[in-house]
């Protein structure tokens, strides 16, 4: 199967970086509508929204990744679009209806993303309950539960301890069921992937870290007969040297915003703890790796168009399925990563399906 290609929507402000550098990325409905039809054009499967209500790492202006999907749905013919989307704010029934009409809207594109929550500000600031780690990933696995029973049953009759439906009925089902999303690194995010999710979206991390998960997830999901696939996350910089591209890492680096980041670790350390193994999915991750949220230097697509295709290909190696980027500047990258970067994958995917059908 060929490797598909995502990008995180910069549905909230300040980029992918915790930085000040200067960046060429808008956060509002019509920028994303140009990154929307300018990744479509280039290659780009799915699109990543994130789910974000109060300033965090900088973000002081956040869009809906619902409401933004359906308004991106209708602009685009091809892209599939993954709403993330926090247990604890909404309920499950709400979002199955919500994601139904997504996929109305888009023709069967509609996927969604479960986010169980690092962010204790934003449930204290709705007034919301703040679960202990483990309850939180026992609260989105019921959550899932609900949603595919109403996407696929007559009725929903659910008994769990944070959801109950009675005899829920939903209709219309939707043109194609959405495929669930999740990430997390902890013993009980593996866990829950492997009974309910169809994707496992990891941090960006090194060629033996992907596959340590990768291998562990797919051995529990065997278990109770599933298989799952991976995506990765990683921030792209593709520039004619490999020196130009270490030099923009460097510059992003240099101006890092270090309240921001300290803000962002002190709270991502303080989800991790709480967990059974004290530690996070950012638990081994340093000033450097922070500024950019979701360890995305770390998985190491930063070079010339040659060296980042090469990198894609030794991902694809361990098992990996979809790799989900960010950028500096959306507008000029998008492109150059679509112009550049995908034909040369394309190429190298073939040469190796070749190379194995000789041998």
Known sequence: MSLKFAYWVPNVSGGLVISKIPQRTGWSYDDNTRYAKFAEEAGFEYALLQTRFIASYGAENQLEAITLAAGLAAVTEKLKLIAAVLPGLWHPGTIAKALTTLDQISHGRAAINIVSGWFKGEFHGFGEPWLDHNERYRRSEEFIRVLKELWTEEESHFRGDFYRTNGAPHKPKPIVVPPVFQGGNSSAAREMAARVSDWYFMNGNTIDGFREQIEDVSKQAAAYGREL??????????RD???????????IIHYADPDAVEGFRSQVQFAGKASPER????ANSNFEDLVQYNDGFKTGLIGTAEQVADRIIALKAIGVDLILTGFLHYEEDIRAFGEKVIPLVREKEAALLSASTVL
């Open 241 to 251: 040297t490999e020196e130009e591209a270490r030099q923009v890492l460097r510059d």
């Open 279 to 282: 530690e996070g999915m950012w």
């Open 229 to 238: 696939k991976f995506g990765v996350n990683a921030f792209v910089i593709v």
